[in-house]
């Protein structure tokens, strides 16, 4: 397949359409405004390349670190776009005229400043200004997300679509880009090329539109309830920012030299599996169901676990799941699991998350607070990318601790892991308290007069389950997994999985209550709200009765026919469509029976961000956040223990005690309480 050859922009310029843009001549005096949507034009290499938002790497000596090619602003119904670095040495405004004018406008107290994507647009102001961001700021994709975290797309086009707005101005982009043979999908990454006549129009229709978007959602979060819980966002942007500038320090030749280990170490157990099987055996064939399924019969060892039927395989597929490799009595899925899993680890962790992506000793993640056009998690929980953090182990004993000791403190530092214990099992209690959920108060009494209480524990004494299969109950519980998921996740056969599950529920009936009231609430309203009053929503509906072999039939007809959840408006469509399985059924809302789990996973998620705000206005800077769990570099216990005390009392409305865990170490895999 050949190479498309890159856009020459020196040539072909006597065929580009005309434009009647033209800069402005002088910066507007904006001091009276009180609503100001700004907006960045760049070149971005990081992000050209997957690496997400590279404003971490601009030097500015070196234009291939990037830079900002224009800034555009909205106020009234009036917009204005700067040009500051264009190709082709057009008119260009002074850049430390700029930087004086922006920091004069921002100083401003009576004044919003709105963008949609705060983090990427001021992340490049700062480092090419270094200017601190203002006081009062919006961000359209926050009040998006706040208002349906389900919604498909979070771009401004589709944002101001779904409020009836005119979105961006792409035509002359458009015509433009096309005279340099540009797929419509790169033409923001050669926008810098352009002379800024052609980009001028789109700029300014970008702020315009951020700003009557920002009209449009701000009375829809007043209507919501959701100011409080949409204010914590705008307070937590300016710290996820931040934490993405410092980036944390990596050791690169630590991480370099245990990845070698471990891929050696499985090299070796590959050499001997192939001595043992008398065959050729690499890590691409043990990764082959196929051939996996194969070993399996040829050595005895029974069917494997198969997967539900699906169009492609009338009899599903032969499922190797971790969990069941790992606790197989044999030796070869053991080793199997193992090889696979140390050679991921290795390279997954170690080679790309930290080699890949550090620079100058450090990783600079990218942080997603909240759903948008470029991730995030509908939970309400962080999520990150470039590398995506979230997924560091943790459960492996022997090898999470050693993949985590290359993430360092500053130098002089300790540091510091500070954790919410047993977060979510004491939110469950305090919600089902709140709701006077059968035994709930007993439970709640229980923390009142001994905070350390472990919940796993409590329970075991409660039920007379065993501690482990007390925790395993617990675990399933909080995350609403059903009878056949918790034996999958045990290794109980589905009838021992059940009689688990009666015993639990028969001695602590408020989990099972309250989980069912939170499933009737959101089939009742579409959304549940939180403890601090944001919302998780449920938009997805399906039959109230799934006729799956009906569905099955269909598919055999017609394999292009969608059966998954979907909005209302598609649902009714199809079912007044009488080539449809779903013709003619009543419906119900998809999803409902993970409300209770989305309220303990979404108010955990609402209390630590909570915290966070009140961290960094106490003078502390988190490093990192991964689930219930912040991250620091200290000088001393002193201060860990003042953080500690911070994230306790972040919610007071919580009538438990929600107690934390201080650590602090060489390294975040050499923690000591």
Known sequence: MATRKPPNF???SFLTPPSSWVPPTSLPDLSQETEIAIDTETRDDMLAKDRGPG???????????????????AWRDQGVYLPLRHYGGNFSFDMDLVRRWLADLISHDNCRFIFHNFGYDWGWINAVFGLDPPNKIDDTMAMASMINENLPSFSLENLCLWQGLPGKSEELLKQVMDVYKVPE?????HL????????????EQDAMATLNLADKLRPLIAEKGLERAYQVECDLMPITLKMKQRGIRVDTIKAEEQADRILKGCSD??????HTLNDEVNIKRIRSSRWLEEMFLKMGLGRPPRTAASETYKDGQASFDKIFMANHPHWFPKMIHSIKHRTDLAEKFLQKFILKYALNGRVYATINQFR??????????????????QQMPSRDDEYAPLIRSCFIPEDGQLWCSIDYRQQEYRLIVFVAEHYGATGAKKAANRYRTDPDTDFHQYVSDITKLERRRAKDTNFAKAYGAGIPKFALMTGLNEEEAKAVYNQYDNELPFVKEIASKYSRMASKHGYITLI??????FNQWEPAMRDWAREQEFKERNKNIDTSPCQEDEYERRKNDKDHPWYGEPGKRAFTHKAFNRM??????????????????????????????????FDNEKQAKHCARIMEEAMPQITIPMLTDVKLGPSWGQLKK
Not at 62 to 69: A, D, L, Q, S, V
Not at 185 to 189: G, L, N, Y
Not at 532 to 537: C, E, P, V
């Open 55 to 73: 404003f971490y790497a601009y030097e500015r000596s070196n234009p291939n670190t990037g830079f900002i090619c224009g800034i555009s602003l």
């Open 600 to 633: 303990i996973q979404g108010s955990a998620a609402r209390q630590i961000k909570k915290a966070m705000v009140d961290l960094v206005k106490a003078g502390y800077q988190p490093v990192l956040q991964i689930h219930d769990e912040l991250c620091f570099s």
């Open 532 to 537: 601090d009053g944001a919302r998780n929503h």
């Open 372 to 389: 948008s056009e470029w991730g995030g998690a509908r939970s309400h929980r962080f999520s990150y990318a470039d590398p995506p953090l």
């Open 192 to 203: 810098w090329k352009l002379e800024s006549k052609f980009v001028g129009p789109y700029a």
């Open 185 to 189: 999908k790169d033409i923001k990454k």
């Open 269 to 274: 157990d590959l050499d001997n599996l192939c």
């Open 10 to 12: 020196d040539q072909y």
